[in-house]
């Protein structure tokens, strides 16, 4: 070797490691004994050079690993294998210990003879003690899960599997740890959530979002159930690799049943609202109705008939009122008749433009943005146009001082987290927005904005269904509505309604045929129905427009009339018929038999569970109570000729 290139003498090399004061670096001879020492040993080991060369270099180990022959084993495993390398404590002249790293080289004449041993020890004692702080940080962590009981907190694997458990997670589910390690975490959902796929879906919700967090029905080992609220976190290393998943489990079912039963107080004291809105309205109709038949007995005592247009326009102008009522509470109840139909609601809108600009105003800026390629959607179409009327008058109302209303359709996804937040299915759905530049809502209107009888507008300028109704409408359809409002800036209001596959009608395409004007020709028409005073009234309308007449009191008479040989051109039944068989059940019994009979459904109390969501079959069509009898009339005849 050169003098540069061996580690003795007055080589540059030596010069180099005598600069060095972060590492130990120093010659041993073949036997172990000190033959150079630098500045950086004699900082970490405290040793002047003239006091250790010649030593031998175990003095360095403690008792313990000398005892153990660890010195002879390290200078023997780096002759042997060229290198030997450990951490482990180490002594210093005070007898102090620190941490070290230790790499022992041998080194040979060219001839190959060992010559010595080349040392560089490292003091990693800051580290080490960071590392201890760490695993001792850990450890406190790990005594700490463990012994918390109010909440189930534990650890899966990558594939689900259970890889801890502390004592609430024993708590809440049942398991003990031995029971409980290595089975997979999906055993905790109910078979319902597990056929759908839930757990596994929780888990890559997690492992692609970086959190999944529900909540829902958990399983107990003893099959009973309990409400919980869930956390999955992904826990990855540096390189982003997925070591497993940590669960964060709460049990909620005391606070869902205090929940609960503020939901019910809450609804009780709703019923109460609604019950006496209904009271004050119905009994305001009723004084009309019943004032003026009484007026009218009156004035034929007194013979004054010529006053009696002026009483019947009275009675049916509260009857009107009374049958809106009624049509908006169905609404908001999600009970009112409706007739599905494939609806382009950019068309719809487009219709219905002018109407709204006329209603809100000039001095309210309109502007409608249709979202290109805009789904159709399965709604009734004059429901959908009332609603989006009722909110743009709602905006109207919010801007007393002018502004903009921007009514805008757009085609939407919602996945799992989207239609969790909004309350539906996931899926696809329309949207159609009314936003106005008004006086937004606070927090605490906005909450109340669906309820019924609930407004802000002064007393007697709004009956407080409007919003209720929509809601009713929406969710009725499959859908949602939703407020987005900002007080002093504005409100939105937008409809969510279900995507629907098959296309609308073209615009010039009858949905029926157009009224036909023509008197009855011994067509014969049975009328179901368990209020008397209804039954004769149709019936007299009937015989009046030249039909004969068959009535029957509820759905099994009606049944034998359908099941005889007799005549029957129309079938006109009320929906909801007592003693088991309802209006629904009896048409398709009688469509049996006479599978092109014509029917008339009329409710005052839509059971769409009946009447279907869907659209009705062909030949059979609808009418809501309260009704005018000429409307009536005309609605019979147009289906006959049908």
């Known amino acids: 070797m050169t003098d540069a290139e061996h580690p003795g003498g007055g080589s540059k090399f030596e010069l180099l490691v005598q600069s060095v004061t972060d590492y130990a670096i120093y010659m041993l001879d073949p036997t172990g ?31 313990e690993e000398r005892a153990k022959g660890i010195p002879k084993i390290a200078l023997e495993t780096a002759e042997r294998e060229g290198r030997f390398e450990a951490d482990g404590w180490r002594v210093r002249k005070d007898g102090t210990r620190f941490w070290a790293n230790v790499v022992i080289d041998p080194v040979r004449d060219p001839a190959g003879n060992l010559v ?102 958990r ?51 709703a019923v109460g609202q609604l019950t006496g ?43 009107k009122r009374a049958a809106a009522l009624t049509h908006r509470l169905l609404a908001f109840s999600r009970r009112q008749t409706l007739d599905p139909q494939p609806t382009n609601a950019n068309r719809l809108i487009s219709d219905l433009e002018d109407l709204v600009r006329r209603t809100v105003g000039p001095a309210i800026e309109v502007e409608v943005v249709g979202a290109s390629g805009l789904w159709p959607t399965l709604v009734d179409p004059n429901q959908l146009e009332n609603a989006i009327l009722n909110l743009c008058i709602n905006g109207r109302d919010a801007m007393p001082d002018g502004g903009k209303l921007t009514i805008e359709t757009a085609n939407k996804w919602l996945d799992e987290r989207a239609a969790r937040k909004h309350d539906i299915p996931v899926g696809q759905y329309i949207s159609v927005c009314v936003t106005d530049t008004g006086t937004g809502m606070t927090p605490d209107v906005a909450a109340k904005a669906f309820d019924p009888f609930f407004t802000t507008k002064p007393m ?24 987005y409002t900002e007080l002093g800036q504005g409100t939105t209001m937008c409809l969510y309604l279900p995507r629907h596959t098959e296309e609308a009608p073209a615009e010039d395409e009858p949905i029926l045929s157009p009224p036909v004007e023509a008197a009855g020709d011994g067509e014969v028409v049975l009328v179901i ?88 079959e062909k030949g059979m069509f609808v009418m809501t109570k309260p009704f005018q009898m000429d409307i009536l009339a005309a609605r019979i005849r147009e289906i006959i000729e049908y």
């Open 277 to 319: 809105g209904l009271a004050h309205d119905f009994n305001n109709l009723l004084t009309g109705i019943s004032g003026s038949l009484e007026m009218m007995q009156v004035r034929m005592a007194q013979g004054r008939t010529a006053e009696f247009d002026r009483y019947f326009m009275a009675a049916q102008g509260a009857v």
């Open 33 to 63: 004994r000190v033959t150079s020492w630098n500045p950086g040993a004699r900082r970490f080991k405290g040793y002047e050079a003239d006091e250790i060369i010649g030593e031998h270099f175990s003095r360095f180990y403690t008792p």
């Open 529 to 616: 129905d368990d209020e008397p005073t209804i039954r004769m009234l149709i019936a007299e309308v009937l015989a009046e427009s030249g039909y004969a007449v068959i009535e029957a009191p509820d759905g099994h008479a009606g049944l034998r009339v359908l099941e005889s040989n007799a005549r029957i051109d129309l079938l006109i039944t009320d929906v909801g018929l007592p003693e088991g068989l309802n209006g629904r059940q009896v048409a398709d019994a009688a469509r049996v038999n006479r599978p092109d009979l014509k029917i008339l459904f009329i409710t005052g109390y839509a059971e769409n569970a009946v009447v279907g969501n869907a659209r009705l």
């Open 219 to 269: 399983m107990r080992k003893d099959g009973s159930r309990f409400w919980a609220s869930v956390i999955i976190d992904p826990i990855r290393n540096d390189d982003g690799e997925l070591l497993g998943f940590a669960k964060v489990t709460r049990d909620l079912t005391e606070k869902r049943a205090a929940e609960e039963e503020l939901r019910q107080s809450q609804k009780m004291e």
């Open 460 to 483: 007697g300028e709004g009956t407080g269904l409007g919003l209720s109704m929509i809601y009713g409408f929406a969710r009725q359809s499959g859908g949602q509505v939703r407020i």
């Open 116 to 217: 010595g041993f080349a040392k560089i020890t490292r003091d990693l004692t800051h580290r080490k003690a960071a590392e201890e702080e760490l695993r001792q940080s850990e450890e406190r962590f790990r005594l700490l899960v463990q012994s918390v009981t109010d909440y189930a907190i534990y650890m899966l694997d990558p594939d689900g599997h259970v890889s801890s458990w502390n004592a609430g997670a024993e708590r809440f589910k049942g398991y003990t740890t031995d029971e409980i390690l290595g089975e997979h975490f999906s055993r905790f959902y109910s078979e319902e959530d597990r056929a759908a796929g839930i757990p596994w879906k929780a888990l890559e919700t997690a492992r692609r979002e970086g959190r999944f967090e529900a909540e829902g029905w």
